[in-house]
């Protein structure tokens, strides 16, 4: 509901009557209705699916305290639907799409929609399950659960949001480390390899603030360990790193090998994630060993504090000993091959009931035990997340995504519904992750439009899987050259520069960060949120404002010299390579080479854009 207080509450012979500010509730003849107070304005109403059918809500038993749950509301011409976490299917408005709530690499479930007819709701169940917002109505779907459990709230796009990180959590301080320049790739496979990627960054005067060890740095998955032959002595690396304003970031997995020390001791205490039939074994991950062969692997039950108190004790002895403090939290769908979570039993309950809760526990339990330690900044870079992640310091990024100009337009819509979902943290694998080959000129065009894009997302990271692929086959290939100088110099020329003003705009980043520490507004704006009574803003889904005051047009097209931008009606922008101000509810057309991106400032907004004087 819109708060905690009750404003007034009525009981009539065929009607109940709940009113909390701005929110009217009205039950009559067992259906909902939802209206604001101040307009009368209905926001939306249950309806069943047919006059014979049991109501709007639905319970179907199964004997065991669980059932199948449906739940129905009516569908409205025009309206919009933001929100639902992240997804690849390439569109801002979710009106129109059926959505599976279940996580998987680069699906990200948070059941929370925001709609242009003013309310949010959050559905409040971690079950599998699906929503569907078709033209005859809107069906919300729990597999199997115990209840029905929904939260409302009413105002514009911005009150709904901080309305919503009221009741989930609001995000912690980011911390001043993370808004830097990340660079990664898959994988550096030595100690050597890793400082020397470093050593070239700090030559060349290019801004460094995160290099990350990715997965494959153990022997066995569960380990949680360092593997001394190519990784001898880790706390020097640390230290090195730090003394050079660098910070070390470290993949953990939450899978564990039957060959790692760790396996049996979990598994005997019941910390793994168990399996109503069948052994627990959740996916084939190959090791390093001496051959490409995989093995069953189960993952640790996040869900359980014992385990998650396992987990930190091995994080604490083996990296956070050794300097770390930024975990790279991969995989924490998790990602199980074949995905079958009616089939898992958790501390918390059946897979059917709670395996959409799992990324944000995991997350959870990396950040307890980082302030446990005195960290008051922790953030964790992680692969899904539900409702509630962004008060655990949760980073999303979007997944496994291929190296397209497709995927790159798709992920600047994903973004814009991760920053309606009540996460302020988020980026991408800038270039993408599968494939791209850095002696390609089409390739090297893409990752310079997607540093363009990325330099404006909260967290602004390179990574990928890059050819020519070298090494043994399989998972625990490494990918080919992935620095900033492997593209070319017309590309180096542009990249750097978009580096250099990412560093510029870092105050600016985090003055804006904190002040949605409170407001809920993430830094990564839909124009919607700023500008709800413009209608044009509501259908912008290829531009968004960074902050406040700096709306950024990135380019999305193969080829692309020129870009059309809309600007928002209520304020006057000022393009800031031209200098040209234009009045808002306009479209503009702007000149867009590959070594520019369309920017616009706010009314009298000064920031530090241009390149400074020598």
């Not at 494959?216 to 360990?225: E, Q």
């Not at 990574?463 to 070319?488: D, I, K, L, Q």
């Not at 000149?591 to 400074?612: N, S, T």
Request: glycine share 10%; net charge negative; proline share 7%.
């Amino acid at each position: 509901m819109d708060g905690v207080h009750i404003d007034d509450a009525r009981v009539d012979e065929n009607q109940r009557t709940l009113v909390n500010g701005r929110l009217r509730i009205d039950l009559v003849d067992g259906q909902l209705r939802a209206t604001r107070t101040d307009t009368g304005e209905e926001l939306l109403r249950e309806e069943p699916a047919h006059f014979w059918w049991p109501g709007p809500r639905h319970f179907q038993a199964f004997g065991d305290g669980t059932y199948r749950i449906e739940q129905r509301f009516a569908a409205h011409d025009g309206e919009r639907i933001h929100g639902l976490g992240q997804h690849g299917h390439g569109r801002f408005d979710q009106k129109g799409m059926v959505l599976e709530l279940q996580q998987r690499n680069g699906e990200v479930t948070i059941p929370f929609a925001v709609s242009s007819r003013g309310y949010g709701l959050l559905w409040n169940s971690p079950a599998v399950g699906r929503v569907e917002f078709a033209v005859n109505g809107t069906r919300w779907v729990a597999d199997r659960a115990r209840q029905l459990d929904y939260w409302l709230t009413t105002g514009t796009p911005a009150d709904i949001m901080r309305h919503y990180a009221d009741a989930t959590g609001h995000a912690p301080p980011m911390p001043a480390w993370a808004s830097g320049f990340w660079q990664s790739k898959l994988r550096y496979r030595t100690q050597d390899e890793l400082l020397a990627v470093a050593a070239e960054h700090a030559r060349r005067g290019l801004p460094l603030s995160v290099i990350v060890v990715d997965y494959l740095h153990w022997r066995h998955l569960g380990d949680w360990d360092w593997n001394p032959d190519d990784w001898p002595d880790p706390r020097a690396m640390a230290k090195t790193l730090r003394e050079n304003g660098v910070e070390l970031a470290v993949s953990v997995w939450p899978s564990v090998s039957p060959l790692s020390h760790n396996h049996a001791h979990m598994r005997d205490a019941g910390m793994l994630i168990a399996t109503e039939a069948g052994a627990p074994a959740h996916a084939e991950w190959p090791d390093l060993s001496d051959n490409d062969s995989a093995v069953g692997v189960a993952f640790y039950d996040a869900t359980d504090a014992r385990a998650r108190d396992f987990l930190w004790e091995r994080l604490h002895d083996n990296y956070y000993r050794a300097g770390i403090r930024a975990f790279w939290l991969d995989a924490c769908e998790p990602e199980m091959r074949p995905g079958h979570p009616h089939n898992l039993s958790y501390a918390a309950g059946s897979g059917s009931e709670v395996a959409n809760l799992y990324p944000r526990e995991h997350t959870r339990g990396v950040f307890e035990h980082l302030r446990a330690q005195g960290e008051t900044e922790v953030l964790s870079l992680v692969r899904s997340a539900w409702a509630g992640s962004q008060r655990y310091g949760a980073a999303l990024w979007s997944g496994d995504i291929p190296a397209t100009f497709d995927a790159l337009a798709a992920s600047v819509r994903a973004g814009l519904n991760v920053a309606l979902s009540g996460l302020p943290w988020w980026t991408t694998d800038i270039g993408g992750f599968h494939g791209g080959d850095p002696d390609d000129p089409a390739f090297r065009e893409l990752v310079v439009r997607w540093f363009q894009f990325g330099a404006f997302c909260p967290l602004f990271r390179l990574h990928g899987h890059r050819e020519p692929r070298t090494g043994r086959a399989g998972v625990g290939v490494a990918g080919g050259p992935n620095e900033v100088w492997s593209f070319g110099p017309d590309a180096y020329a542009a990249i750097t520069a978009v580096m250099r003003l990412r560093e510029r705009l870092r105050p600016y980043l985090h003055e804006q960060l904190r002040a949605g520490e409170t407001s809920g507004l993430p830094l990564m704006r839909p124009l919607l949120l700023e500008f709800p009574g413009d209608p044009a803003a509501w259908d912008a889904d290829d531009e968004f404002l960074f902050g406040r005051d700096l709306l950024v047009a990135p380019v999305l097209q193969a080829g692309a010299q020129h870009r059309e931008v809309y600007l928002p009606a209520g304020a006057a922008w000022t393009h800031t390579d031209s200098g040209t101000t234009y009045e808002g509810g306009t479209r503009v057309t702007v000149d867009a080479p590959l070594d520019k991106v369309p920017l616009f400032l706010r009314d009298d907004a000064r920031l530090p854009i241009a390149e400074p004087e020598e």
